[in-house]
């Protein structure tokens, strides 16, 4: 998750389209060491994340 918060924080996408991106991108999915589709945490998952962080 610390991974996807980064990928946010350089590409700035909001956390739908970072959910999207991270079905549509491999090398996104590589960096967060996401193995498969099914792995990828949803929209409200990445938010909450993001919360707790402040």
Not at 25 to 31: A, E, I, L, Q, T
Not at 41 to 53: A, G, K, M, S, V
Request: charge should be negative; hydrophobic fraction near 45%.
């Amino acid at each position: 998750m610390l991974r996807i918060h980064f990928l946010q924080q350089w590409y700035a996408p909001s956390d739908p389209s970072a959910d999207e991106a991270l079905y549509d991108m491999v090398s996104m999915r590589r960096f967060a060491k996401i193995g498969g589709l099914d792995d990828v945490p949803d929209e409200t998952t990445i938010l909450n994340f993001r919360h707790l962080l402040g």
